[in-house]
């Protein structure tokens, strides 16, 4: 499986962003995106499982983003809205059997979308 994210950008606060990532071959997996900031760690935002039915979120995006996906187009889109300069970083989303909050349940990584958002 092959996953490509793209739709980052520069935006100012309080504005809206869709990400959209695309995969290749296998497409049955749960998704999930996480997000790097800069000097920080890789931290979880959002999951969803293989059909859509179930979603997780964040603390700090709950509310704000929500994840989607269109298994007709093998592609997993994360809304953002209501965005803030503490979203800026680099969006990766990832493919995994399992839906978790957790990294390592994910096998497949895209190669990331840099979101900054103004203040």
């Known amino acids: 499986v092959q996953l490509q994210a793209f739709g980052g950008g520069l935006v100012q606060a309080g504005t809206s962003l869709r990400l959209s990532c695309v995969a290749s071959g296998r497409y049955t997996y749960s998704m999930g995106w996480f997000r790097q900031a800069p000097g920080k760690e890789r931290v979880f935002v959002t999951a969803?499982?293989?059909?859509?039915?179930?979603?997780y979120y964040a603390d700090s995006v709950k509310g704000r983003f929500t994840i989607s996906r269109d298994n007709a187009k093998n592609t997993v889109y994360l809304h953002m809205n209501s965005l803030k300069p503490e979203d800026t970083a680099v969006y990766y989303c990832?493919?995994?059997?399992?839906?978790?909050?957790?990294?390592?349940?994910?096998?497949?990584w895209g190669q990331g979308t840099l979101v900054t958002v103004s203040s």
């Open positions: 969803i499982n293989s059909i859509g039915s179930t979603t």
């Open positions: 990832a493919a995994g059997s399992y839906m978790s909050r957790l990294e390592n349940f994910y096998a497949y």
